[in-house]
């Protein structure tokens, strides 16, 4: 059963007191919640309920939260935040770059949890909503932001909500050089838990998947002490 809103949220949690705190601030804010203490239970609740949202803990019993998240990224861009243990920053950067939206570490509180959800899921509708003029061509890369879409030499190419941002705002301005701190508060505006790491993880995704050679990238480059661009060329 959908909320008024008709948002739905996944919680992917196998501590059932952290879930249940979770679900009611979610369902306070108008999210209907459903909860999976396992990933292989989380992967059968994707595909029943297609969420709008997942909460993701990384440390989950039997299959892994890297491992849940790597599959639920071959058939899903839902927005996705990763919850970590404090400390496990080489976890978080995996995260992100397997596609993760955001994450939150342990311990934390609700509200900040909520502001999350809220925050990844404004900026996900902001996205879909722009009003701008919906297609950006540059060389053989070719953007849609009505439709989400993104093609780089004739393939489509699937981007989590973020990737999709951080692309196209670089296009927008292409051959500007954009630094981190451009580009962190495009994606998280004054949220002091991004870091250079967090932009430098997305970009790392965005070569992967765009680029023929990502370790010799020729679409989004670097300018080294100053930042990134997407090349004009």
Same mark, same amino acid.
Request: hydrophobic letters at 40%.
């Given at each position: 059963?959908?909320?008024? =809103?008709?948002?739905?949220?996944?919680?992917?949690?196998?501590?059932?007191?952290?879930?249940?705190?979770?679900?009611?601030?979610?369902?306070?804010?108008?999210?209907?919640?459903?909860?999976?203490?396992?990933?292989?239970? $989380?992967?059968?609740?994707?595909?029943?309920?297609?969420?709008?949202?997942?909460?993701?803990?990384?440390?989950?019993? $039997? !299959?892994? $939260?890297?491992?849940?998240?790597?599959?639920?990224?071959?058939?899903?861009?839902?927005?996705?935040?990763?919850?970590?243990?404090?400390?496990?920053?080489?976890?978080?950067?995996?995260?992100?770059?397997?596609?993760?939206?955001?994450?939150?570490? !342990?311990?934390?509180?609700?509200?900040?949890?909520?502001?999350?959800?809220?925050?990844?899921?404004?900026?996900?509708?902001?996205?879909?909503?722009?009003?701008?003029?919906?297609?950006? =061509?540059?060389?053989?890369?070719?953007?849609?932001?009505?439709?989400?879409?993104?093609?780089?030499?004739?393939?489509?190419?699937?981007?989590?909500?973020?990737?999709?941002?951080?692309?196209?705002?670089?296009?927008?301005?292409?051959?500007?050089?954009?630094?981190?701190?451009?580009?962190?508060?495009?994606?998280?505006?004054?949220?002091?838990?991004?870091?250079?790491?967090?932009?430098?993880?997305?970009? !790392?995704?965005?070569?992967? !998947?765009?680029?023929?050679?990502?370790?010799?990238?020729?679409?989004?480059?670097?300018?080294?002490?100053? $930042?990134?661009?997407?090349?004009?060329?």
């Amino acid at each position: 059963m959908e909320s008024a =809103t008709g948002r739905q949220a996944l919680v992917i949690e196998d501590d059932a007191s952290i879930a249940g705190i979770i679900r009611d601030y979610l369902a306070a804010s108008s999210y209907t919640v459903s909860i999976a203490p396992t990933g292989e239970a $989380g992967l059968r609740r994707i595909r029943q309920d297609q969420p709008s949202v997942i909460i993701l803990d990384l440390g989950l019993p $039997g !299959k892994s $939260g890297l491992d849940v998240l790597r599959e639920i990224r071959t058939e899903s861009m839902v927005p996705i935040i990763i919850v970590t243990a404090r400390g496990a920053e080489a976890d978080r950067i995996v995260g992100l770059e397997l596609g993760a939206d955001d994450y939150i570490v !342990k311990p934390f509180s609700p509200r900040e949890m909520v502001a999350r959800v809220r925050a990844v899921m404004r900026r996900t509708e902001q996205q879909m909503g722009s009003g701008s003029d919906p297609e950006i =061509t540059i060389g053989s890369l070719t953007i849609n932001e009505d439709r989400m879409t993104v093609i780089s030499r004739e393939e489509p190419i699937l981007l989590t909500a973020t990737e999709f941002r951080l692309l196209t705002a670089m296009a927008r301005r292409p051959g500007h050089v954009f630094s981190r701190a451009q580009l962190q508060d495009i994606l998280y505006g004054d949220d002091p838990g991004a870091s250079d790491r967090t932009i430098d993880a997305h970009i !790392k995704n965005l070569r992967r !998947k765009l680029e023929l050679d990502p370790s010799n990238p020729t679409i989004v480059t670097t300018v080294h002490g100053v $930042g990134y661009r997407v090349n004009p060329d």
